[in-house]
């Protein structure tokens, strides 16, 4: 019998079940909170979740919202979004999201001028928060 690896089990993203969502939260230094969503958003949690990042953010000023594991993403989960930005707005934070392709899917519905703010992935995020930008590489000229 194998023993499980423990970095691994740490690391591992929590299930969520069938029609549910499960979040976890951490410190980025030196001052970001990621809160990490897997599963589904919708009408049945999207107010406990949206109570969950709106009780972290009162306690940081840059929240980074990872919804990439986000399988389903209901209308009432985008009022959340809404809910956040506003909050974060008034108290002079700053907050960024990471959709999934179902948050996507439903922010060029209902943000088709992209007024949240949206990353591909956690290093975007961290350094978009951080006013930082991001290298990108390019080709050389007549390449």
């Known amino acids: 019998m194998t023993t499980p690896d423990p970095v691994a089990l740490a690391t591992s993203p929590?299930?969520?079940a069938p029609g549910r969502a499960a979040h976890t939260v951490r410190r980025l230094p030196p001052e970001a909170t990621?809160?990490?969503v897997f599963g589904e958003l919708d009408a049945?949690?999207?107010r406990q979740?949206?109570?969950y990042a709106l009780q972290h953010l009162a306690h940081t000023d840059q929240l980074i919202v990872d919804l990439s594991e986000v399988e389903f993403f209901g209308t009432e989960a985008f009022s959340m979004l809404h809910t956040i930005s506003v909050t974060a707005a008034g108290k002079d934070a700053r907050w960024i999201m990471i959709p999934s392709a179902a948050v996507r899917t439903l922010l060029q519905i209902c943000d088709p001028d992209g007024a949240l703010?949206?990353?591909t992935h956690l290093?975007?995020?961290v350094a978009r928060l951080q006013g930082h930008p991001l290298l990108q590489l390019v080709p050389k000229?007549?390449?």
Do not use: H, K, L, M
Request: charge should be negative; avoid cysteine; proline fraction near 10%.
């Open 14 to 16: 929590p299930r969520a």
């Open 34 to 36: 990621v809160i990490a």
């Open 44 to 46: 049945a949690n999207a």
């Open 49 to 51: 979740f949206s109570n």
């Open 117 to 119: 703010p949206t990353a």
């Open 123 to 125: 290093t975007e995020a």
């Open 141 to 143: 000229f007549g390449e």
